[in-house]
């Protein structure tokens, strides 16, 4: 069964990569002459553990309750399963942002300014795209109210 709790943390993670995602494009519209390294070191640091945490509840918790629904619905299983090979990509991508961030944050710019922006821009406009979906798909079914028996 849904819990509201699963709906709001799932909500909360999501504004935070949100936030995040802010933050990164923040990044790159300040390259290359304006980039605030302090900025780019805590991304670099809270970027991953953010990450890995909203994937987390959804792989570990969200997902498997949304297969056990009463009302089981044959397509959301290649729905989630493609959102979990999206999980996996986007914490490679992660990976090399993270990186880059941390290069520039310590005035090692070892990626020209114009890769740098590309790399943040297609993270984030990606992470941006697949929590939307997330939250038009996802978050009404965690918000459904159980269905309720007929008498007859």
Known sequence: MPTADQARHMTENHDCLIAICDALEAVADSLPHNVDR???LWLSRALGPMLFRA???EEKQVFPMLLG????RPELSGTLERLRLEHQVDLCYAEEVQEMLKAYGEGRQS???DTAGFMLRGFFESLRRHIAFEQELLAPLLEAPPEQPTLN
């Open 111 to 113: 990626i020209a300014p």
């Open 55 to 57: 994937q987390e509840l």
């Open 38 to 40: 302090q900025q780019c």
């Open 69 to 72: 629904l009463d009302q089981p």
